[in-house]
Each structure stands twice: as C-alpha cells, then as structure tokens.
C-alpha cells in the first residue's frame, strides 16, 4: 500500500512569503503530525491533526498553523516566511490519536532566501 | 516537558560487530518508547518501539532494552552490516490521546566494510 505523501519534495521561498505544504497520509489512517527538522534543534513536534481538528500543538509560532480535510489529508502553512524557518518538514501518520507506529513522508526540504 | 538525550553522536563499527546506542529520558510518566531510522533524502522509519510494561524487545537483529529505574533505553544491533549505516534516533512519549514524541538529536552510525 502506499506510504505517506509529501509535496512538494523541494521549495525555495523568499522571506515575508508564506508557504502551503500537503500531506496525504497512508489510505485509512486518519490521525495526521507536523515535524520540523534541523541540524541544530533535530526533530520538533509542530501540531497534531485528528478527525479534522487540531489535537495538539507544539511550541511554534502562530505562523506555523495546518489543517486536515475529511479525507485524512492534512496541510500546513508558514506566513511570514524567515530564515530560520528552513528546514525539513516531515509529516507523519497514524491510524489512531497519538504517536504509536507512526509512518513519516520523506518530507519537504523547505528553504528561505 | 520532557527532555530525551542520546550518547555517543556519532558511533563507527566494524561490519559484523555489535553497535549500541543509549538514550537517556527525564520523565517518570513516559510510557512509549519508539526507534527510528533515518537513511539520506528518506523520513525516519519506525525499526522497534517497546513500552513501558516490558524490559525487552526483539526483531530479528535488533533489540531494545528499557530501564524505567534509571530513566534509560537502549538499541542493539547485532551482526551489522554496510546498509545499517544511517541516522538513528531515540523518542519518549507518555501515551494518550493529546501525546507528542520527544526526540533525541540523532546519533549517526556507520558501519565499516
């Protein structure tokens, strides 16, 4: 069956652009995380989509914000785009809310210029 | 919040030896214990979880021993091979319907031919 799918797989934005990232998780899995990535800070949990409500939500700024369709899809946004927001942003997904078994997408290499 | 540190960062082995990889946690309350590899351009994958009901855990070459005591899980790998070479990261959540992981930084393995 198919894994989880992120587009786009690469992405340059500029600073002050916004950017939309898409998730579609495994067929049947219906809870759906952010992760953002970096050499420095490894992985951070971003937010946690379950039944198209957000369940859970990490310690980032409001310009970091996602939601999830009625087909388990799931999307996230950055406003305001900085620096510092380059990064590997991956998405994960599970059948049930929480973390068990989760699958990660192979991410979105998002980088700011 | 809870705090997950891994030792060593990088760790280099002979093929066929034996690799161990620690992680340390700081909260009592976590439960769920998750192993991810992750290999260049790939999402980490899911190797082996253990939860906090058990001490050990096996697959094939990999094992995963926990110690609630001291706060400490560990990942052994016996027999490795070259394509056991990649990113592995430890990660500590207390289960339940609002958890996120905690991940540690990586260590990177490599294994010598």
């Known amino acids: 069956k198919a894994g989880v799918t992120q587009t786009p797989r690469y992405l340059i934005k500029t600073r002050g652009q916004q950017v939309t990232l898409s998730c579609s998780p495994i067929s049947g899995h219906r809870s759906v995380s952010w992760y953002q990535q970096t050499p420095g800070q490894g992985l951070q949990f971003l937010f946690e989509y379950f039944s198209e409500t957000q369940r859970n939500k990490g310690n980032f700024p409001g310009r970091f914000s996602g939601r999830q369709f009625s087909n388990s899809r799931s999307e996230m946004n950055v406003s305001t785009l900085e620096l510092g927001d380059s990064a590997l942003y991956l998405c994960?997904?599970?059948?049930?809310?929480?973390?068990?078994?989760?699958?990660f997408g192979s991410g979105t290499r998002l980088t700011v210029v | 919040g809870e705090n997950v540190e891994q030792h060593p960062s990088t760790l280099s082995v002979q093929e066929g030896d034996s690799a161990v990889i620690k992680c340390t946690y700081s909260?009592?309350?976590?439960?769920?214990f998750p192993w991810y590899k992750q290999e260049l351009g790939k999402g980490p994958q899911l190797i082996i979880d253990i939860r906090s009901n058990v001490g050990e855990k096996k697959d094939q070459r990999i094992a995963v021993t926990l110690n609630k005591t001291a706060k400490h899980f560990s990942l052994h790998i016996t027999e490795t091979q070259p394509e056991d070479s990649a990113v592995y990261f430890c990660a500590a959540s207390i289960s339940g319907a609002n958890s996120k992981l905690t991940f540690g930084k990586g260590i990177t393995l490599s294994v010598r031919p």
């Open positions: 909260d009592s309350a976590s439960n769920y």
């Open positions: 994960a997904s599970s059948f049930e809310q929480g973390n068990y078994g989760y699958t």
